[in-house]
């Protein structure tokens, strides 16, 4: 059972948001609670593209001179993303933004037969396509080595990506826009720096309805944004939010874009989206063939125009993520039976050779609540894989660098990361990344364990569609911008009933709903106090709790 801590914003910071914003004190506190000063309120609460910060550092203004270049001078464009969602937006992105001045422009997706990250065969490949110029989406900052390869081959190089910098990111490009290079707590997903690339080169061509052409992509930013679990804050926050209103609308109207719709459908989502259809529901899909097969086709399907051919493709992503998920429930019982209580990073090696292991991996350390990595052996003895920090607060970036020494390729975030193992490493791999997670625990003992943070203690009464209106204008919630999370003491359940395997649907005294996980035994039999979230019932439109944890009462 984890702890409860409850947030205590400072007074005058609450009254002044208050009077600023015109909300009442909790929704204030809230706003505190998230590190909203007054002055920010307004734009916290109704973000706009007008809050999106411009891309004006030199780096972006010499990649867009070198684009316009090639779209004047006729050259042939290549652009490189990723066979995740995160990849696939962000090349759809750029492709559509530099389609509107060039015909000569072609887009690739790696495969995880071959590897992640403009590996010397995708080079080789665009080369043959006679590219001129190469932009990499989503990758290319640790491809030091290929890129300079390109520069052999006479291609010159434009990087956009969003993942942490290593110590030696290319140095023969045209130019590098990570933004983590200039800010290292920069938010982007790899999708919002191709955006806002898209928009310094509508800018340096003089494009006047650039801006307004670049709007109608904020539905892929928000998709690839979300999905990537980049954090909901700043920029994220503006073109999450107006990429969601984007697709809702064109829902709405039957104008959406055509994958997105047919992605919709098969996926059964019923009324306006919000940011948890996009992370579970729309994004596995796009992800499924990418982890079994060449993720080519989830391209077309943002790509195409043909509404027909657009829930072709979406029913094949569809089927692929029930094959995804029946190979991943059996793949995780299997590496589960492998799992070391001893070590506080689980690492597992596994037989599993397709590209779920970054799934397992999540599973494995959502369930040990340890961080996780799930490896496969290859040919040359080297070992492959993914690596989750699950819910603990471990800092895997910050473990595998302390053993990057013994790896080879490898790269990623705080959360989650990509790697290889040299061959005759794996045992001083283990011994080193579980020496780091140890000694993270050690200055911060609550690492594997976070406390809950509760935003406020609130009577029962509270909750009601008039906390509901404030409430949804904080969304979207996720990384970064998590839902309030309340709690109430004395709570008593007046009657239950199970809605699926492992959730039971809990009718409160007081008329309120919960949801609550556990078997229909486990649930509490006198009174009880509760931390939850709040959302508004699809079904009804009324205020519904979703209990996170609970404590006996009394």
Known sequence: MARWRLLEPDADVVSELAREADVDLLCARVLANRGVAPGEAADFLSPSLAAVGMPDEDQWNVAAERVAKAIEGGERIGVFGDYDTDGITSAAVLFLALSHYTDNVTVGL???QTGYGLLEPYVRDLFAEGVDLLITADCGISNRTEVALANELGMEVVVTDHHIPPEDPPDTAVAVLDPKLWDPEDPLAGVGVAWKFAWAVARRLGDAGGRKRLGRLLDLVSVGTVVDIAPLVGDNRALARMGLKH????????GARPGIEALVKVAGVRGDLDEDDLGWRLGPRINSIGRIKNPRPALDLLLTDDRREALR???LLNQLNAERQRRTRFAVERAMAEVDPEQDFKVIVTEETGGIAGLIAGRVAGATGRPAAILTRRADDSYGGSARAGETDVDLYGALYAVRHLMGEWGGHRRAAGLSVNPGNLDAFVAGVNEAVR?????????FVPAIEVDAEIPLRSVSNGLLDWHEMLAPFGSGNYRPIFITENLRIAGSRKIWEGMNLLHLEGGIKAKMAGEPEGLPSGPFDA????????YSGQAELEIVDWKVGG
Do not use: D, F, H, W
């Open 313 to 315: 493709i979406a029913s």
């Open 439 to 447: 000694a993270q625990s050690e200055e911060k003992p609550e690492i």
């Open 531 to 538: 931390a939850y979230t709040v959302t508004r019932s699809r």
């Open 247 to 254: 697709i809702n609308r064109g829902l709405a109207a039957g």
């Open 110 to 112: 790696p495969t995880r």
